[in-house]
């Protein structure tokens, strides 16, 4: 078996149950040069439509004032939809899922902004996480 866990660190952007908009973090890449977003999605506080949905939005930036959509190019395994929709719930959601995207645009920082759109009268479990692989300097310190 291979060593995987001196070679992540788990960079936690929110966990809760939500029915507005969160307020993104900025996620550092500097010393890493992989990311992995992960998207931990409960059942549905309510039944996504097109009107009453979540989209998930993956912005970057250079510097960490000006950030920018990310396109298809930026990632693996998903087809960015405009603005940087990297997931949409626009569909009942009766069973928790988690969902994975890979990151490879090259900026130095990310935030991920889970957009609320109609009414969301009962909230919505959301557990988002960046992981950030192949450290410059490793191993990366346990973080239990």
């Known amino acids: 078996m291979q060593d995987l866990h001196t070679q992540l660190f788990a960079a936690i952007v929110g966990n809760a149950t939500l029915s507005a908009d969160n307020a ?11 990311a ?19 989209e998930f939005v993956l912005t970057h930036s ?6 920018t959509a990310v396109t298809t190019a930026d990632m693996i395994g998903c087809t960015v939809a405009s603005g940087g929709i990297i997931k949409s719930l ?8 988690a969902y994975r995207f890979g990151y490879k645009g090259g900026k130095r920082y990310l935030k991920l902004l ?12 959301i557990g988002m996480c960046v992981l950030l692989g192949e450290p410059n300097i ?6 239990a």
Do not use: M, R
Not at 62 to 67: G, H, I, K, L, P
Not at 114 to 125: C, E, K, L, N, R
Not at 138 to 143: D, E, M
């Open 114 to 125: 889970a957009d609320f759109s109609g009414t969301h009268g009962t909230g919505t479990p």
């Open 90 to 97: 626009v569909a009942a959601h009766a069973a928790p899922a």
């Open 36 to 54: 992995e977003i992960l998207l931990l999605i409960g059942i549905g506080g309510i039944t996504f439509t097109g009107t009453n949905k979540v």
């Open 62 to 67: 250079d510097d960490d004032s000006t950030y």
């Open 138 to 143: 490793g191993p990366v310190a346990n973080q």
């Open 24 to 34: 993104p973090a900025a996620i550092d890449l500097q010393g890493y040069s992989a």
